[in-house]
């Protein structure tokens, strides 16, 4: 996913169309003068990116009369990363723009292109700071949420069924057996939609980093893989157990994303491991299921390291080219990003999918119960870790297809493991990655 695989998915997903840039977005704005001064500032053109940078631009200017913010859109994909990397190159970037975390923003050549910030850095989610951070500065302000790569599971089943939401592996194979006596479907799987076939590997990270601290680093040297480390193994494993013991929907090789998201809201299925993302889609489809699904970490083998593995949000930058008293506004409009105020500004104009990567931030109390239930695990000390794609840039492009056939009954967990660990190989290589 670093390119974001996951992320591109989503968006394929949900059918985001692609615009053009606005007429207004080559170039920044002059200061005004009488010590007034006008940011521009570019976002990707999905909607709710827009509402929030608008609603931003709004209330950072009503607390600072003196400096305008004028937001600009960009195509997103790969049209919007080339939008940005050339206007970075040529100098012509607005005064602040809101980009991708990760491996993208370490595409930038953040030391030369980008303006590192010390001002809030101590406000930040230790998770969300290691996605801007290069040479040991940090570089960004984060805008949105986190996402999470979990389980989402209907309460009412729960409730029925007197069951507790599990910490261990084991626990949640016991309280499948009981959910498949009651007659539901335990866990929801849906391969007519390839890429939602991941969440047991993609969402397992947490585990596989508190079993074996530092494994992204070892992965990316190829001093670990999957089909060796038995934390990395134990994810293919488990998309294995589910199928082998019958704990999946009958229609999994055709069922698609809104079918899943349909069988859980209805409570036709129990538990549905995917992207948190996808509650906004489940309660649009399903009015007054805001709290009747929750949301579980993906459980490894360990009570005591139970945690999340989370998404990063993107982030706010200032390009080196932006200087003087436009560099002076656009601190503080990074400021205001990364503030309480920041964030009470974004959850006005967007209803938060998930909690903010600014410490002391709250989720309102109308977000659906998932959102809290992450909330729960962001507070907690320990209780998330980013995934994988955010610690190292090796992912193989046949992950997808590789889980389908594992989750089907077609190969087995260690034969999956190891295929896989062939298909990242061939992207480490490509990639330049020493050691491979």
Same mark, same amino acid.
Not at 112 to 127: M, P
Not at 151 to 163: E, M, R, S, W
Not at 231 to 252: M, P, R
């Given at each position: ?13 949900? /059918? ?54 004028? =937001? ?22 607005? &005064? ?18 980008? $303006? ?33 790569? *979990? ?68 992965? $990316? ?12 193994? *134990? ?8 199928? &082998? ?9 055709? /069922? ?20 948190? *993302? ?36 993107? *982030? ?10 436009? /560099? ?24 938060? $999918? ?62 999956? /493991? ?5 298909? =990242? ?12």
């Amino acid at each position: 996913m670093k390119r974001r695989t996951i992320a591109i998915s989503v968006l394929a997903a949900t /059918a985001m169309a692609l615009g053009a840039c606005s007429a207004g977005s080559l170039g920044s704005s002059d200061d005004e003068g009488g010590g007034k001064v006008t940011l521009s500032f570019l976002t990707d053109n999905q909607p709710e990116t827009v509402k929030i940078a608008e609603g931003l631009a709004k209330d950072f200017t009503a607390k600072n009369p003196d400096i305008t913010i004028k =937001v600009e859109t960009r195509p997103q994909g790969t049209e919007g990363d080339n939008i940005v990397k050339t206007r970075l190159s040529t100098g012509d970037m607005t &005064d602040v723009f809101q980009y991708n975390t990760g491996s993208l923003f370490q595409a930038l050549a953040p030391a030369k292109n980008l $303006t590192a910030v010390d001002g809030f850095t101590d406000r930040l989610d230790e998770n969300f700071a290691k996605t801007v951070t290069a040479d040991s500065k940090v570089y960004g302000a984060p805008f949105g949420n986190f996402m999470a790569g *979990a389980i989402l599971y209907n309460k009412d089943v729960y409730a029925k069924l007197g069951l507790q939401v599990p910490k261990t592996w084991d626990d949640f194979m016991a309280n499948n057996a009981k959910i498949k006596a009651s007659g539901v479907d335990p866990v929801i799987q849906t391969y007519g939609e390839t890429w939602t076939s991941q969440l047991f590997i993609l969402g397992d990270y947490h585990n596989v980093e508190a079993a074996e601290p530092g494994w992204a680093d070892k992965y $990316t040297k190829n001093q670990a893989k999957y089909a060796t480390s038995p934390a990395a193994l *134990a994810g293919f494993q488990h998309l294995q157990q589910v199928h &082998d013991e019958g704990y999946i929907n009958k229609d999994f090789a055709s /069922a698609k994303l809104t079918d899943g998201l349909n069988k859980l809201a209805k409570g036709e299925g129990a538990q549905y491991p995917i992207l948190s *993302a996808m509650l906004s889609q489940l309660i649009a489809d399903n009015p007054g299921t805001e709290n009747k699904i929750g949301l579980f970490a993906i459980p490894g083998s360990d009570a005591a390291k139970n945690g999340l593995t989370v998404w990063s949000p993107s *982030a706010v930058y200032m390009p080196s080219s932006t200087t003087g008293d436009k /560099a002076e506004a656009a601190k503080k409009f990074l400021d205001f990003v990364a503030s309480a105020d920041g964030c009470a500004s974004q959850a006005a104009a967007s209803q938060p $999918t998930g909690p903010f990567a600014v410490k002391g931030c709250k989720v309102p109390d109308t977000v659906p119960q998932a959102v809290k239930d992450m909330q729960a695990y962001i507070d907690q000390q320990g209780g998330s870790s980013l995934a994988l794609e955010f610690l190292s840039p090796v992912k193989g492009p046949a992950l997808e297809q590789i889980c389908v056939e594992v989750g089907s009954g077609i190969r087995k967990a260690d034969a999956g /493991a190891k295929l896989y660990d062939e298909d =990242v190989k061939k992207q480490a290589q490509q990639l330049g990655l020493e050691g491979w």
